[in-house]
């Protein structure tokens, strides 16, 4: 029972798999290292979900669909016992990161505060435009690529472009999110989307994904790493026409929850192929 309502709580179905991936990617060695950077870049994003829970417990009590997602507002786990699970998280991820040095301990911290000042009052990014999408960006998908590349002193071309291409598919992802959520949201808080409107967000999600198709391209051509970003390259175009689709058909509050959900069934495809082909190159 208690393992069920961790995994709801930690989200731990969407992100294992990348998170396994982009670590990996960034420092492909079984070793001593990466024995400590997995579990760290485990708890960094078991609190982000968890925390994203925490807060939002009273805005997500109020919306019928989301209180069955949020295990904290429906009261399946009480506010102290999430309280302690985020205090082990906290934990753990500092005593670790402690034991690879300075910069990644610092990184470290600056990251778990930025998780949660992403949804904490009374700063709370998540409604600040702009800072929604630049939180999401550097905290979610992209962050356990980048500390495996800090902790392991790699900052090459590669690993630099990789970790622009995480942080836009980051971005995207938190625009298709607040797509899903525009009607519940646009009732209790502003954010990019809203604050945008509709059109203007369909062409910034354009605008990332033309981005991520571009140095994805370019890392294809340059390194060899060719199979995993071709696979990347096809995703940003099976997403583009997507996105296009439902554009052109002028019925947007209507068509882009359908039409997301299908880029986001599509995304979790995609992801087994990834990893094999990054296995195999």
């Known amino acids: 029972m208690l393992l069920d309502l961790l995994v709801r709580l930690f989200r731990i179905q969407h992100w294992t798999l990348p998170m396994m991936v982009t670590t990996f990617l960034a420092y492909p060695h079984m070793d001593y290292l990466m024995a400590i950077v997995l579990p760290i870049v485990f708890c960094q994003q078991a609190f982000l ?152 967000s369909y062409a910034a999600l354009l605008a990332t994904l033309v981005m991520a198709l571009v140095l994805s391209s370019f890392l294809v051509l340059t390194h060899r790493i060719s199979a995993l970003f071709s696979i990347v390259s096809a995703l940003c175009v099976c997403w583009m026409y997507d996105v296009l689709r439902t554009w052109r058909s002028g019925n947007l509050t209507e068509v882009n929850v359908n039409t997301f959900s299908h880029i986001l069934r599509k995304t979790a495809v995609c992801s087994i192929p990834v990893l094999f082909f990054w296995i195999l190159s």
């Open 49 to 200: 979900f968890a925390s994203n829970d925490y807060f939002d417990r009273e805005i997500d009590a109020k919306s019928p669909h989301k209180i069955h997602r949020n295990v904290i507002s429906s009261g399946r786990i009480s506010l102290v016992q999430a309280r302690i699970i985020l205090a082990i998280l906290v934990a753990v991820a500092v005593v670790l990161s402690s034991m690879i040095g300075t910069v990644a301990f610092v990184v470290n911290l600056v990251w778990l505060l930025l998780a949660a000042l992403y949804t904490a009052p009374p700063i709370r990014f998540k409604k600040r435009i702009g800072f929604d999408l630049a939180v999401h960006g550097i905290t979610v998908l992209s962050f356990p690529f980048v500390f495996a590349m800090i902790a392991s002193n790699t900052y090459t071309a590669r690993n630099l472009t990789i970790s622009a291409i995480l942080i836009l598919i980051s971005i995207f992802a938190q625009l298709l999110q607040e797509f899903r959520d525009y009607t519940t949201d646009s009732l209790v808080e502003r954010n990019s989307v809203i604050a945008m409107g509709l059109e203007k």
